[in-house]
């Protein structure tokens, strides 16, 4: 078991320290409160079959996820080509009026 101070832990799955906290509450993570130097410390604790089984889980959603987010970004550039295009126009059309 492997133990992450709250900000290693959010740095670590680029998550805000208040959502790591939250997570906490919610009971999604399993933390240890302990005193050292007279400061309380929280620790997320990391089992190995948790980091496993959340991962495969994280990697299918995810690149489900990253797959709509591709198409509409392919979208809106294609969107904005086109607006591009239709702005050279009249722009092209403004300099031959003067």
Do not use: H, P, W
């Not at 970004?73 to 294609?78: E, G």
């Not at 239709?86 to 059309?93: A, D, F, S, V």
Request: charged share 45%; aromatic share 4%; proline share 0%.
């Amino acid at each position: 078991m492997k133990r992450l101070t709250l900000k290693q832990y959010a740095t670590k799955n680029r998550v805000s320290i208040f959502n790591v906290i939250k997570m906490i509450q919610r009971g999604e993570l399993e933390a240890v409160e302990e005193e050292s130097d007279g400061k309380k410390i929280v620790y997320v604790i990391l089992s190995e079959e948790k980091k496993d089984n959340e991962s495969g889980d994280d990697i299918v959603s995810s690149d489900e996820d990253a797959r709509d987010e591709m198409e509409k970004l392919l979208k809106t550039i294609d969107r904005l080509n086109s607006e591009i295009s239709e702005l050279k126009e009249t722009i092209k059309r403004c300099c031959k009026e003067s």
